[in-house]
């Protein structure tokens, strides 16, 4: 527990204190009833309050999103709502100021504050606990906030009788009555860790305790604001749990679906970019798109192995799994190209390519897998384009055309067919496909690529197959591939499209 002895919680509380003082000037000429009238002016306007009394916190303008969350906060008093906003979205923030804002109007009087532990509490309280102190705004136009006898870092109570209490998991919350009132307002942060995550039992022991003994603290007269901030960690965490009983679950993700950035005002396309780079994929989806990657549902590891010459296969191809889009960043759909080979009953995956990536480099990457072959000693390389009824009007208007034109470009001849079958479920597929060549050890990858940026995309989309994965691309061209080599030889010719030249009209 951080006490006031422990240097480093000092000289945070310390730090925030300064800045906050800093930050909030006053004016001192001010006269009565002007200052009255600009209380009862901020007050009617919530983003005009929050500007006004947190300066350092309100730092850039808020999106939509946000407006609409403290709108929804602010007209309902009996409230549950989970926040699965991604990191730099500001989720904590904006309830601090959302909560402290209805503590000085006089609508919330006991406030507690849930973490995974109680030094977490206590970190996430001490925001709170430095504004009432330090807020030159907040003093100035609401008084003096520190009482005497009751401000410790975990539990406080101000002098216009608010209390605030800072509480870990599974500790008991009895005793939280602020004279008469029971708590009004609950405020969870950060209550999953992937460690227990990794367990089931201890999520739900959590959700029991949050359920049983948190929420029936309340009076079931006074209306309650729970408030839940917490990314999606994992597919059963408290966060998915409590999302099933809140009135709202939002989910905001750093980016939207077509990729654009959430909260443009604060995280600029450059700056989510330069943000991701160097992290994983999987990292990437669990901290800023909510879509825990769980290793080892299917696929525990990867088979990394020596192939065998090109020259040697039995059977080898190209497989590719384009998709519409043509964007090229992190919250994209990802295209995939690989060259798979087959030999005494191994198959063996020799390249890919797999990322978010334009049209056009799509198209290159089907080049390059014909030079790859080439350079390996094979004259001729069929190359297979998923292309299912859906997918035809995208493959007949754009891949068609561009393969074309890069193809002249180039000076090279590509012979494409397209894989034109009605697929299942994507998920059931590749476990169904790959699942069992997988396990007695006969799916090997090119060692020699280990150390290819998409060599590790496509190790880490192998790993993370689930039934709730958004990013399976990699591994569904690798079953298409498969597929194909196990079935092509008794396959009728007229099931798919011919392939053409460069040089065929159209």
């Not at 999953?192 to 359920?211: A, F, L, S, Y």
């Not at 292309?387 to 012979?415: A, W």
């Amino acid at each position: 527990m951080a006490k006031k002895t422990d240097k480093s919680y000092f000289d945070s509380w310390q730090e925030f204190r300064d800045n906050t003082r800093k930050a909030t000037p006053v004016d001192l000429n001010e006269t009565a009833t002007q200052k009255a009238n600009r209380i009862k002016k901020l007050e009617a306007d919530d983003e005009a309050w929050f500007k006004y009394y947190f300066p350092n916190f309100y730092t850039s303008e808020p999106a939509p999103f946000h407006k609409k969350a403290t709108q929804r906060v602010m007209d309902n008093m009996e409230w549950f709502e989970v926040r699965s906003w991604s990191r730099e979205l500001a989720k904590s923030a904006r309830t601090m100021m959302e909560v402290i804002k209805l503590a000085m109007t006089g609508k919330k009087k006991n406030i507690l504050l849930i973490s995974s532990t109680y030094d977490a509490a206590e970190r996430l309280l001490l925001p709170y606990r430095s504004t009432l102190e330090a807020n030159n705004r907040l003093i100035n136009d609401y008084g003096d906030q520190e009482s005497i006898g009751n401000w410790e870092a975990g539990e406080f109570i101000t002098k216009n009788g608010v209390a605030f209490r800072a509480i870990g998991a599974g500790q008991s919350p009895r005793g939280t009555r602020n004279d008469a009132a029971r708590p009004d307002t609950i405020l969870i942060d950060d209550i999953d860790t992937d460690e227990e995550c990794r367990n089931p039992d201890r999520v739900k022991n959590k959700m029991d305790w949050i359920e049983q003994a948190l929420i029936p603290t309340r009076s079931i007269s006074v209306p309650l604001l729970i408030i839940a901030c917490g990314n999606i960690i994992a597919k059963y965490c408290c966060i998915t749990e409590m999302a099933k009983k809140a009135d709202i679950h939002e989910i905001v993700n750093i980016r939207d679906e077509k990729g654009r950035s959430t909260w443009p005002q604060k995280n600029t396309e450059a700056m989510i970019d330069r943000a991701l780079k160097p992290i994983s994929i999987g990292s990437q989806q669990k901290e800023y798109f909510n879509n825990p990657i769980k290793i080892g549902k299917v696929f525990k590891k990867v088979i990394w192995g020596k192939c065998p010459p090109l020259t040697t296969c039995e059977q080898i191809l190209t497989y590719a799994d384009p998709a519409p889009s043509d964007k090229k960043s992190a919250n994209a759909s990802t295209k995939a190209v690989g060259v798979i080979g087959y030999l005494a009953g191994k198959y063996y995956l020799y390249w890919v390519r797999v990322a978010s990536m334009r049209q056009l480099e799509f198209v290159d990457y089907l080049y390059d897998s014909k030079a790859y072959v080439m350079n390996g000693g094979i004259d001729t390389n069929h190359t297979w384009l998923e292309n299912n009824s859906l997918q035809d009007p995208h493959y007949q208007q754009v891949l068609k055309p561009l393969i074309f034109k890069v193809g002249e470009t180039k000076k090279m001849r590509l012979s494409v067919s397209l894989d034109s079958r009605d697929k299942k479920d994507k998920y059931t597929r590749i476990e169904a496909t790959l699942e069992p060549i997988w396990r007695g050890g006969d799916l090997i990858f090119n060692e020699e690529e280990k150390d290819n940026p998409h060599m590790q995309t496509m190790e880490e989309q192998f790993i993370g197959v689930s039934p709730n994965s958004s990013q399976m691309d990699g591994p569904d061209m690798l079953e298409g591939g498969v597929w194909l080599l196990q079935n092509r030889a008794t396959m009728s010719t007229n099931q798919y499209s011919v392939g053409f030249r460069q040089n065929q009209k159209y």
